[in-house]
């Protein structure tokens, strides 16, 4: 059983910032790989960014330049740390385990 908390969401002004945190329990391994993945109203779950356990790491276009991921294997916490936030990025932000577990969420809003 994999258990994955992500926290940090909340209400932000456009050009702001937050780093999300999920944090992972359970019977897992570092070797595999991690994400995160946003779902905004009426849109598809999309993925944001990947980090394998080397640290090799990929994004959404969109995101390039502004969000930045990160894992810390000791403590088995995955990060997103996002800047120049915008109102499009408004979206409940989940956390990802071998594209097979998944967190309940935590909901980013960018408004003024």
């Known amino acids: 059983q994999v258990q994955l908390v992500e926290s940090g969401g909340g209400l932000v002004q456009p050009g702001g910032s937050l780093r999300l945190s999920c944090t992972v329990s359970?019977?897992?391994?570092?070797?595999?790989?991690m994400g995160w993945y946003r779902q905004a109203p009426g849109k598809q779950r999309e993925l944001v960014a990947t980090?394998?356990?080397?640290?090799?790491?990929d994004y959404l276009d969109s995101v390039k330049g502004r969000f930045t991921i990160s894992r810390y294997n000791a403590k088995n916490i995955l990060y997103l740390q996002m800047g120049s936030l915008k109102p499009e990025d408004t979206a409940v932000y989940y956390c990802?385990?071998?594209?097979?577990?998944w967190g309940q969420g935590t909901q980013v809003t960018v408004s003024s």
């Open positions: 980090i394998t356990s080397g640290g090799d790491t």
């Open positions: 990802m385990y071998r594209y097979t577990y």
């Open positions: 359970g019977s897992i391994s570092s070797i595999f790989v």
